[in-house]
């Protein structure tokens, strides 16, 4: 893996549809540093054969059987950041009486589709073994925040990640990660192929990861400014994005049995 020195500057999205143009990505093994604080950014990992098969499993999961919300429509995620895309959740979800989610529970993705959610649930201890290796001291903070705030009940195999979200080839314009518990790191894996551009631009370095098949990209998506370049789509082309993070109102999730009370009071008429 290749260290890069790089320099913060300030930087702000003139709108919240601002994107990123068509940038060349460095498609290697690369870990960004802050040059001032020495501090680790962000760091784009090759996984190579690891879980090849599993990727395999899940592209064909992901192209032909799971279905996709329309963009902005029964995707709470896509519509509390103000962006539209075709995405899902798996992992956890937090309770939305508002949305008449009167409980924190299992994402549907679960029970809808057992067999890509159990290999999610199989890569992850692995990915957060990679995130403490590259990220020592930010996972040391990360998961004792999470783990002080967060029943084990809703953690995604006991790791320190309570939630995730499946991206279904969407250029996302530049945002923050608002709804990640804070200074938490978050890991991107991409399942891609038939497709050119879709690079991710991080403004405030000046540093671009081409996201290849196969990486796992690991950053604190609630600090950083983030965006896709465009996507170039040959025939039958995909990109998929799945993303680990630690969701911030899983905090206030009580254990399964009191939610479920919780829920019944919540769903009952005065």
């Excluded at 990505?25 to 040059?35: F, H, M, N």
């Excluded at 995604?156 to 995730?164: L, M, Y």
């Excluded at 200074?183 to 879709?198: E, F, N, P, Q, V």
Aim: glycine share 8%; with cysteine; aromatic share 10%.
């Amino acid at each position: 893996m290749r260290d890069i020195l790089v320099d913060r500057v300030a930087w702000e999205r003139t709108d919240r549809h601002q994107s990123p143009p068509q940038l060349p990505g460095d498609p290697e093994a690369v870990k960004l540093i802050d040059r001032a604080t020495g501090q680790t950014i962000a760091v784009q990992y090759l996984l190579g054969d690891l879980f090849q098969k599993e990727r395999t499993l899940l592209s064909r999961w992901l192209r032909l059987k799971v279905h996709y919300p329309a963009a902005g429509v029964g995707n709470s995620a896509a519509r509390a950041s103000g962006m539209n895309y075709p995405s899902t959740v798996f992992g956890y979800t937090e309770s939305k009486p508002l949305r008449s989610r009167w409980s924190c529970s299992a994402a549907h993705f679960g029970s809808h589709y057992p067999e890509p959610s159990r290999l999610l649930t199989d890569m992850t201890a692995t990915f957060w073994d990679i995130t403490k290796q590259h990220f020592p001291e930010q996972t040391e903070y990360h998961e004792t925040e999470v783990r002080s705030r967060v029943l084990p009940n809703w953690l995604i195999d006991n790791q320190p990640w309570t939630s995730g979200i499946i991206n279904n080839t969407a250029a996302l314009p530049y945002h923050k990660d608002s709804g990640n518990i804070g200074g938490t790191l978050s890991a991107m894996l991409c399942i891609r192929k038939g497709i050119d551009g879709g690079a991710l631009h991080l403004p405030e370095y000046d540093y671009t990861f081409a996201i290849p098949d196969g990486s796992l990209t690991i950053f604190d998506g609630q600090a950083a400014w983030h965006g896709v370049t465009p996507l170039i789509q040959h025939k039958n082309g995909y990109r998929f994005t799945l993303v680990w993070y630690a969701k911030s109102g899983m905090c206030k999730c009580l254990a399964p049995a009191d939610e479920i009370r919780r829920a019944q009071r919540r769903a009952t008429p005065e």
